[in-house]
């Protein structure tokens, strides 16, 4: 029942400063997209997918996913992306939660969203993946109902980040090993993409 109540949120809004300004999202790893990776582990996981990002959205017509850019102009950072895609998520029937993915995380968990609703009803607002002693905050579940508060605190408090929002509620946390590696392992740097090469042909391709 999870499957059928939640939303996939893939974030590419990032600047990738790191990468030189290139869109992370369409790297190639293995013969396809870097999102295309992302796609395929996320999918089967939700009832729907949608992508926020920001500029022209046509650079993503291949992937036929509604793309979502933040209500503010300003770069705001992923919280704005996160209201993006609760306010979308508010109009699709019978959908109460997001649960949100960085398009630069390529190997992510095939169980993510269960494993996130598992720990969410143990009496938890928001739901957050772990790995290696770190809090990934973009790899999360989000109900719906927070939509409100969220637009507040971006437009009234200007709140930027993601794990002081996150902070206001009742967290809980689904911990993921890091062996073989680390699921949750993101491409920032042009060192981690050719990580990503090497860890691409142990992994396989998006339709493996």
Known sequence: MERQNTLGLILAGGRARRMGGDDKALLMLRGAPMLAHVIARLAPQCLTLALSANGDPARFAAFALPVLADERADFAGPLAGLLAGLAFAKTLPGVTHVATLPADTPFAPRDLVAR?????????????????????????????????????????????????????????????????????????????????????????????
């Open 116 to 208: 996130l609703h598992e720990a969410r009803a143990r009496g938890a607002d928001i739901a957050v993946a772990t790995s290696g002693g770190r809090e990934h905050h973009l790899a999360a579940l989000w109900p719906v109902g927070l939509v409100d508060a969220l637009r507040r605190a971006l437009y009234d408090e200007d709140l930027r980040k993601v794990g002081a929002f996150a902070a206001r509620y009742e967290v809980a946390h689904a911990e993921w090993p890091v062996a073989p590696f680390d699921p949750f392992f993101n491409v920032n740097t042009k060192e981690d993409a050719e990580h990503a090469q090497a860890l691409a042909f142990f992994v396989g391709k998006p339709d493996d």
